[in-house]
């Protein structure tokens, strides 16, 4: 009778012991004291990383492909918003998932840390190229350079998808 009495009992107390994500976060907001947006959770910094590995990365070949090689400012200048933006969402998230413990926005601070680097050296080529003077239209000579830079960033962030669909962590359907 005593078994089954400390049975029922530990059952009844370990689920109320476990921390879910409200409880880490109330805890990282306290311990670290922030105040996290109510929008941040670990499914959405997943989904946000995840969009980026896929969707923005494929409209970012688009430009690259197709635009880039014109050296029209306005559209890097456009590009170069599109990844600050995205650079902002991600460093958000990675703050967040790391302050309550779970993890990083791309699976450890070194990886994510090498995109987001990547990330600002893409911006800073086309903003270099966006302020430099000579009209509306940048030379193709150093357009390239700013296809190098996204080049780099493409070969980080595809090592990474490569990475996460060889551990079965990313289904690409």
């Known amino acids: 009778m005593k078994k089954l009495f400390i049975l029922l009992s530990l059952m009844v107390c370990l689920p109320s012991q476990a921390c879910d994500e409200t409880c880490k976060r109330e805890a990282a907001m306290e311990e670290h004291g922030v105040k996290f947006s109510s929008y941040l959770t670990a499914s959405y910094c997943q989904d946000t990383s995840v ?49 309550t413990g779970q993890g990083r926005v791309f699976r450890d601070e070194a990886t994510t840390q090498n995109i987001l680097t990547a990330i600002d050296s893409t911006t800073a080529e086309l903003d270099r190229l966006v302020s430099s003077g000579g009209g509306v239209h940048a030379p193709a000579s150093q357009a390239e350079m700013a296809g190098v830079r996204m080049d780099q960033l493409f070969m980080v962030v595809d090592n990474h998808r490569t990475d996460l669909q060889l551990r079965g962590q990313l289904v690409i359907r």
């Open 51 to 99: 969009a980026f590995l896929l969707r923005a990365r494929e409209s970012l070949q688009s430009y690259r492909d197709e635009k880039l090689t014109t050296g029209h400012k306005g559209g890097m200048r456009n590009i170069s918003n599109f990844l600050k933006q995205r650079k902002q969402w991600l460093e958000e998230c990675d703050q967040y998932l790391a302050l």
